[in-house]
């Protein structure tokens, strides 16, 4: 069975940054898609960034782009997620995401996922 650990969460003034990470056992790792999804208190779970297998193509959600970055190392069966000039509408928790399939379909869409870490808690204050 696949296990994804995020860790890197924390308490963070408005402006700061963090950096989340995603660790996934099995060594096929180097052939998943990833995703970064958050969900705050009473909202959906929403797209916050993709990554394919080889690292060369990423997506983001609107709200995030220009602010956070995925990438991943292969080598390390790990997934980042650097978060910078992080605002209050930022917290939530945040989910990493795996999608097994060889063909990838619309990774921001959470039915596209196979498997899912427990989440970590990002609080960003003013």
């Known amino acids: 069975q696949v296990q994804l650990v995020e860790s890197g969460g924390g308490l963070v003034q408005a402006g700061g940054s963090l950096r989340l990470s995603c660790a996934v056992s099995?060594?096929?790792?180097?052939?998943?898609?990833m995703g970064w999804f958050r969900q705050a208190p009473g909202k959906e779970r929403e797209f916050v960034a993709a990554i394919n297998w080889s690292g060369k193509s990423t997506y983001y959600g609107d709200s995030v782009k220009g602010r956070f970055t995925i990438s991943r190392d292969n080598a390390k069966n790990t997934v980042y997620l650097q978060m910078n000039s992080l605002n209050p509408e930022d917290t939530a928790v945040y989910y990493c995401?795996?999608?097994?399939?060889?063909?990838?379909?619309?990774?921001?869409?959470?039915?596209?996922?196979?498997?899912w870490g427990q989440g970590t808690q990002v609080t960003v204050s003013s």
């Open positions: 099995g060594r096929a790792f180097s052939r998943y898609a």
């Open positions: 995401a795996a999608d097994q399939n060889v063909f990838v379909g619309d990774l921001k869409r959470r039915e596209t996922y196979d498997y």
